[in-house]
Structures are given as structure tokens and as C-alpha cells.
């Protein structure tokens, strides 16, 4: 009362810097801005127990047959060959541009986007590794299918399109996808000799 | 000629400094964003493979992790230094991967639980061996949605 306009004594903020600093440089330091990349994969069901092996039913000239051994060597078909190699085989594979009868055979479908298409649809390409493996060689060859199948489907987007496959369309993607599906299978892993 | 030499301290001008705290708070916040704290101190140690055709993950919500590698040293005396697969905290055998799958499966919300990614963080030298081992696991638990963490290679 006797002092009415008293005035509040502002706070001293001079070492609110100081204190946003030290939290700032606590998350610097804590932050791991890894951002986690890796090859998608979608592994096939359990298989059940009346289940019959079904790798009889598929044609011989539908599948290629790419192995991996303990001393990572790499066989695609019936003849060793180098990592480099394995992409373009597995694009030739799957493209079949001949109708080569040793290749996948080709299906008549009917594709969203590109018409009656003759596609490889029944391809398979079966991937088997020894227990002995390293995981380097077996993502490197992961890695080649994949680019393989990539760099179709990029080719056929260029053609119809003019732009990448990642800069499609949902239904564009999925289009191309059904002209080029990524068949993969991991077949169960044989043990050669011992450890 | 005397227009530059003026004698007589000048004296700089202070620099105000008022919005600096809100400067660093704003930077603050940034890194308050994407921090994402490490959850699990690693036992294991990897080197990741290197690839090319790498996607990125997503959600780190739906992400569950599985290490493989070597014991780290301090471990090493204990376990030997062949390759051991760790699940959250503590080393596992390959009959635990199973499990571990259903356990966090269930602590996911229900609409994610399809969604479910299974990252394999292995290192590069280890043997195939084990790591079908975990993929079989996996396929029984049908965590079918798996990825292979990988480097990019330059």
C-alpha cells in the first residue's frame, strides 16, 4: 500500500543460453541419426506338414539355380562365375528376350498401363548357400538379384514413361510389378562336408 | 585524407543478444526430434555387409532388432568368441528367437502387428549357419517381413 508501483525485479535471463546449451549438446551427442537401410526381404511361410515338396512341379527351364558355398564361391547354372556376372545373367534369365527355350517360358497376360504382355511370370530363381557361407557373400548376391530385378524394371518404366520405377504411380509400380515379379527363394541350406 | 583517420576510441557497438536463447532453443528442439535414444546396449559387435540396392526403414515402431556378431571384449573371456545372436539385452540361443518374436509381438498395438519388420543386424564374416538358423526361427514365428541391415557401398 505504501508502495504501489513498486516494480518486479526482472529476472536475470542472461544464462538461459547457457542452460539451452547444455541440453542442445547433451541431444548433440546422444543423437545417432543412423538412418537403418537393408535389403527388404519377405520370407516364405512355414511350410506344413502335409505340405509336398513342391520344387518338382516347377519346370527345369523355369528356374536358375544360383549357389553359394563355404569358400563363397559362387555357381549360377552349371558353371562358376564371378559376382559381376551374376546380374546380367539373372537379368537375361528373367527378361528372356529370345524366347529362348532353355529360359523361363513366356505367359500371355493382360498388364494394366501396357496391354497383352508375353511375360516370364513362372520364373524362380532358387538361391542356396552352405551353412558355411559368410553373410557378406550372401548379401552381395542378394544384392545383384535385386539390382537385376531393379534395373528391369527401371528399363520398362524409361520405355513406357520415361521415369524411374521409385517415380511411378502406386498403380504404375504395380503394373510393372506384375511384368517383372520378384520371385526369389531361399531354398534350405545343405551342409557339404563338415564344419 | 583526415576522413579516415579519426582519432578518438570508437568502441564497438554491443552485439544484442537477447534472441540468442531462442536460437539455441530452436536447435534444441531439432535435436530433441530426431534423437531416438539407443535402447539396448550391444554385446555383440558387427560390421555391417555392404550392398547397393538398399531401401530404408521405416517406423521405427514396428521395427524389432536381432544382432548377431561377436561377443564385445569385455565379454569375450565369458562367451568365446564364435558368433552369438542378442536379443534385447542379453545373449539368446536360436530356440529363444521364437519366443522373443511372439513377446514383442504382443507388446505391439494391434493394428501393427502385421506390419511387423524384423531387422538382422549380423555382421559381415559370420557363417550363413546361424543365421538360417534365425530365418527359420523366424519363418515359424511368421515374422515374414524381415530385412537385412546393410551399408551403402561407395
Known amino acids: 500500500m505504501a508502495n504501489r508501483n513498486r516494480k518486479v525485479p526482472d529476472i536475470n535471463s542472461s ?31 512355414p511350410p506344413e506338414k502335409d505340405q509336398q515338396d513342391q520344387t518338382d512341379k516347377i519346370k527345369e527351364r523355369n528356374i536358375l ?46 498388364i494394366p498401363f501396357f496391354g497383352p504382355m508375353m511375360v516370364t511370370d513362372k520364373h524362380v530363381i532358387s538361391l542356396q548357400n552352405d551353412r ?19 534395373e528391369l524394371r527401371d528399363e520398362i518404366s524409361e520405355q513406357k514413361w520415361q521415369k524411374k520405377y521409385a517415380d511411378l504411380s ?11 515379379p520378384q520371385r526369389i527363394s531361399e531354398a534350405e541350406p545343405k551342409k557339404y562336408g563338415g564344419k | 585524407m ?12 554491443a ?22 535414444m539407443r535402447e539396448v546396449t550391444l554385446k555383440v559387435q558387427f560390421t555391417l555387409p555392404q550392398g547397393t540396392e538398399l531401401e530404408k526403414l ?27 545372436i542378442q536379443l534385447n539385452d542379453s545373449y539368446a540361443e536360436v530356440s529363444e528367437v521364437q519366443d522373443f518374436i511372439y513377446q514383442e509381438r504382443s507388446s505391439m498395438k494391434e493394428d501393427d502387428q502385421p506390419l511387423m519388420t524384423v531387422s538382422l543386424k549380423v555382421d559381415k564374416g559370420t557363417k550363413m549357419g546361424i543365421v538360417t538358423d534365425i530365418k527359420n526361427a523366424l519363418r515359424q ?9 546393410a551399408r551403402k557401398r561407395d
Open chain 2, 58 to 84: 521405416e517406423k521405427k515402431s514396428l521395427v524389432t532388432f536381432i544382432y548377431v556378431g561377436m561377443p564385445t571384449q569385455e565379454y569375450r573371456a565369458k562367451m568365446g568368441s564364435e558368433s552369438r
Open chain 2, 15 to 36: 552485439l544484442n543478444t537477447s534472441s540468442l536463447p531462442d536460437l539455441i532453443f530452436t536447435l534444441l528442439f531439432f535435436f530433441m526430434m530426431v534423437t531416438s
Open chain 1, 65 to 110: 539355380q544360383v549357389y553359394l558355398n563355404k569358400d563363397d564361391q559362387l555357381m549360377c547354372g552349371n558353371e562358376y562365375i564371378s559376382i559381376n556376372q551374376l546380374r546380367q545373367k539373372a537379368k537375361d534369365f528373367i527378361e528372356n528376350v529370345n524366347n529362348d527355350p532353355k529360359k523361363p517360358e513366356k505367359v500371355q497376360k493382360n
Open chain 1, 15 to 45: 544464462s538461459t543460453a547457457d542452460i539451452a546449451f547444455l541440453l542442445l549438446i547433451f541431444f548433440l551427442l546422444t543423437t545417432s541419426m543412423d538412418t537403418d537401410r537393408g535389403l527388404a526381404r519377405l520370407l516364405p511361410p
Open chain 1, 170 to 180: 502406386e498403380d504404375e509400380q504395380k503394373a510393372v510389378r506384375m511384368i517383372y
Open chain 2, 2 to 13: 583526415g576522413k579516415f583517420n579519426k582519432t578518438g576510441k570508437r568502441g564497438m557497438p
Open chain 2, 141 to 149: 514365428a511368421y515374422a515374414l517381413k524381415i530385412n537385412y541391415s
Open chain 1, 132 to 150: 558355411g557361407t559368410s553373410y557378406q557373400a550372401y548379401i552381395s548376391v542378394q544384392n545383384e538379384l535385386v539390382a537385376a530385378y531393379n
